[in-house]
C-alpha cells in the first residue's frame, strides 16, 4: 500500500523520497529513490529463517524501539540531505516514534498514516491468549507500558490518516493524535485486480466458501471449520478452500478433529487462483482488522464476503447487499447465516455482482488524490504557522 502511494505521487510529479529498513546483514543496496537503512537494534526481527530470540531479547527490542536514538539520528540526516518539504510515515516499527519530535524540530510537517495496530501493542495483533485485547483500559499491561511514549510522540504530527474510520477512532480512544486532524482514506484495489472479469459461478455444485489468509486463532479459522461441522450436521455440506500458511502442527490438529469435513488445503496461493473455485469469501477474524484488503480483492472478483462484526471490515460491506455479518467468534451464529442465505436460490451470484460493484470505487487514483490533496492542505496550514 506504501509502494502504491509513493509510484502514485511520482506519477503526479512529485518529487517522492523513500527511507526503508533493511538487515543489518545485507549489503546496503539503495534503487533509484529508495534509500534502505541498516536497523540499529538488539536483533534484526523480521528473518524467518532465524530462531525466535527469547522473551528478554524480544523485550529489550521493544524498550530500546519505543524511542530508538540510533534510528532517530539516521533519520534526521537522510531528512536534512533530502531536504523535503513533507514528510509521510507509515509502519514505524524498528524506526520508532521518536522521530516524529525529532522529524519536527527540523520544522517538517508529518502525515502518518496508520495500516496496523503497531502503535497500541508490539505484537500488532491486539489479541492476546484467544481473546481481543484492546479496547479502552483492556489493553494488557505489556502493550500499556510499551506504547506510553508513543503517545506523547503523536502530538508532532500534522495530519493523521486511517485505512479506516474504525482504526483512526481507536487510536484516538487511546489517547494518541488527540488534537491532530484527521482523515480516512481507504486502500485501494490495483488496476490489475480491477480489470479483471469476475469469474462465473459454478452450478449444481456444494456450496463452496473460502478462507484467505493467516491459518491461526486470531484470524478465526476455527470458527469457520466448526460452523462447516455445525452445517454439515444440518445436512448442508459446504466445500472449504482454505489457502494461506500456517503451522503443520495447527493443521494436522484441524484435520483431525474435523475428519468428516471436505477441505481442500491450497497453502500460500495467489488470491486471483482462489476467486473461480468458490461461492463466496468467510472472513472470520477473531482480532480486529485495520481494514480487510482481502475482502476487497474478493468484491473486485465478484465474491461476497461474510465476516466478523468489528474492526474496519465492516466498513467494506453493504449487510445484506454486498456481503453479511456473524458475531466475532460465534460459530454457531457463522452457521445460521451461511444456512439462511443458501435458502435462496441465486443470493451468492446477486451478493457477488453488488460487492463488485461495490469494489468499483476503490481505484487508486481516488486514493492518490485524496492523499495528494491532504498533503497540500498540511503544507498550506504549516506555511502559515511558519
Request: with cysteine.
Given at each position: 500500500?506504501?509502494?502504491?502511494?509513493?509510484?502514485?505521487?511520482?506519477?503526479?510529479?512529485?518529487?517522492?523520497?523513500?527511507?526503508?529498513?533493511?538487515?543489518?546483514?545485507?549489503p546496503?543496496?539503495?534503487?533509484?529513490?529508495?534509500?534502505r537503512?541498516?536497523?540499529?537494534?538488539?536483533?534484526?526481527?523480521?528473518?524467518?529463517?532465524?530462531?525466535?530470540?527469547?522473551?528478554?531479547?524480544?523485550?529489550?527490542?521493544?524498550?530500546?524501539?519505543?524511542?530508538?536514538?540510533?534510528?532517530?539520528?539516521?533519520?534526521?540526516?537522510?531528512?536534512?540531505?533530502?531536504?523535503?518539504?513533507?514528510?509521510?510515515?507509515?509502519n514505524?516499527?524498528?524506526?520508532?516514534?521518536?522521530?516524529?519530535?525529532?522529524?519536527?524540530?527540523?520544522n517538517?510537517?508529518i502525515v502518518?498514516?496508520?495500516?496496523?495496530?503497531?502503535?497500541?501493542?508490539?505484537?500488532?495483533?491486539?489479541?492476546?491468549?484467544?481473546?481481543?485485547?484492546?479496547?479502552?483500559?483492556?489493553?494488557?499491561?505489556?502493550?500499556?507500558?510499551?506504547?506510553?511514549?508513543?503517545?506523547?510522540?503523536?502530538?508532532?504530527?500534522?495530519?493523521?490518516v486511517?485505512?479506516?474510520?474504525?482504526?483512526?477512532q481507536?487510536?484516538?480512544?487511546?489517547?494518541?493524535?488527540?488534537?491532530?486532524?484527521?482523515?480516512?482514506?481507504?486502500?485501494?484495489?490495483?488496476?490489475?485486480?480491477?480489470?479483471q472479469?469476475?469469474?462465473?459461478?459454478q452450478?449444481?455444485?456444494?456450496?463452496?466458501?473460502?478462507?484467505?489468509?493467516?491459518?491461526?486463532?486470531?484470524?478465526?479459522?476455527?470458527?469457520?471449520?466448526?460452523?462447516?461441522?455445525?452445517?454439515?450436521?444440518?445436512?448442508?455440506?459446504?466445500?472449504?478452500?482454505?489457502?494461506g500458511?500456517?503451522?503443520?502442527?495447527?493443521?494436522?490438529?484441524?484435520?483431525?478433529?474435523?475428519?468428516?469435513?471436505?477441505?481442500?488445503?491450497?497453502?500460500?496461493?495467489?488470491?486471483?487462483?482462489?476467486?473461480?473455485?468458490?461461492?463466496?469469501?468467510?472472513?472470520?477474524?477473531?482480532?480486529?482488522?485495520?481494514?480487510?484488503?482481502?475482502?476487497?480483492?474478493?468484491?473486485?472478483?465478484?465474491?461476497?464476503?461474510?465476516?466478523?462484526?468489528?474492526?474496519?471490515?465492516v466498513?467494506?460491506?453493504?449487510?445484506?447487499?454486498?456481503?453479511?455479518?456473524?458475531?466475532?467468534?460465534?460459530?454457531?451464529?457463522?452457521?445460521?447465516?451461511?444456512?439462511?442465505?443458501?435458502?435462496h436460490?441465486?443470493?451468492?451470484?446477486?451478493?457477488?455482482?453488488?460487492?463488485?460493484?461495490?469494489?468499483?470505487s476503490?481505484?487508486?487514483?481516488?486514493?492518490?488524490?485524496?492523499?495528494?490533496?491532504?498533503?497540500?492542505?498540511?503544507?498550506?496550514?504549516?506555511?502559515q504557522?511558519?
Amino acid at each position: 500500500m506504501t509502494a502504491q502511494l509513493a509510484e502514485g505521487l511520482l506519477a503526479q510529479n512529485m518529487d517522492v523520497s523513500v527511507l526503508s529498513l533493511q538487515s543489518p546483514s545485507d549489503p546496503v543496496a539503495d534503487s533509484g529513490n529508495i534509500r534502505r537503512i541498516p536497523l540499529k537494534n538488539v536483533h534484526w526481527p523480521y528473518d524467518r529463517n532465524q530462531p525466535l530470540p527469547s522473551a528478554l531479547q524480544r523485550l529489550v527490542w521493544h524498550v530500546v524501539d519505543t524511542s530508538n536514538p540510533w534510528m532517530r539520528q539516521q533519520v534526521a540526516q537522510w531528512a536534512a540531505a533530502q531536504k523535503l518539504d513533507l514528510i509521510s510515515t507509515h509502519n514505524l516499527q524498528g524506526f520508532s516514534t521518536g522521530i516524529w519530535p525529532t522529524l519536527s524540530r527540523l520544522n517538517l510537517p508529518i502525515v502518518h498514516m496508520l495500516h496496523d495496530f503497531s502503535l497500541l501493542c508490539p505484537r500488532t495483533v491486539l489479541f492476546k491468549n484467544g481473546q481481543v485485547c484492546g479496547l479502552q483500559e483492556r489493553r494488557c499491561r505489556e502493550c500499556r507500558w510499551l506504547t506510553a511514549p508513543r503517545a506523547r510522540h503523536s502530538e508532532s504530527v500534522s495530519a493523521v490518516v486511517g485505512v479506516s474510520q474504525f482504526i483512526l477512532q481507536l487510536h484516538r480512544e487511546h489517547g494518541l493524535f488527540n488534537h491532530i486532524p484527521g482523515q480516512v482514506i481507504y486502500n485501494a484495489l490495483s488496476d490489475a485486480q480491477r480489470a479483471q472479469t469476475p469469474p462465473p459461478f459454478q452450478t449444481g455444485k456444494p456450496l463452496r466458501l473460502g478462507f484467505l489468509g493467516r491459518l491461526d486463532k486470531a484470524k478465526g479459522l476455527d470458527v469457520l471449520l466448526h460452523a462447516a461441522e455445525l452445517l454439515r450436521q444440518k445436512s448442508l455440506p459446504v466445500q472449504l478452500i482454505v489457502a494461506g500458511r500456517g503451522q503443520p502442527h495447527d493443521i494436522q490438529q484441524w484435520q483431525a478433529q474435523y475428519p468428516a469435513l471436505d477441505i481442500q488445503w491450497r497453502g500460500h496461493i495467489p488470491p486471483s487462483t482462489l476467486w473461480p473455485d468458490i461461492d463466496a469469501l468467510v472472513f472470520p477474524s477473531h482480532s480486529f482488522e485495520a481494514l480487510g484488503n482481502v475482502i476487497l480483492e474478493a468484491a473486485a472478483a465478484g465474491r461476497a464476503s461474510i465476516a466478523s462484526r468489528h474492526g474496519g471490515c465492516v466498513e467494506l460491506i453493504d449487510e445484506g447487499l454486498s456481503g453479511a455479518f456473524f458475531e466475532p467468534g460465534n460459530a454457531s451464529d457463522l452457521a445460521r447465516v451461511i444456512h439462511d442465505l443458501h435458502q435462496h436460490a441465486g443470493r451468492w451470484e446477486e451478493m457477488g455482482r453488488q460487492a463488485y460493484k461495490k469494489s468499483r470505487s476503490f481505484t487508486t487514483q481516488r486514493r492518490i488524490q485524496a492523499f495528494a490533496n491532504l498533503c497540500k492542505d498540511v503544507l498550506d496550514a504549516h506555511g502559515q504557522h511558519h
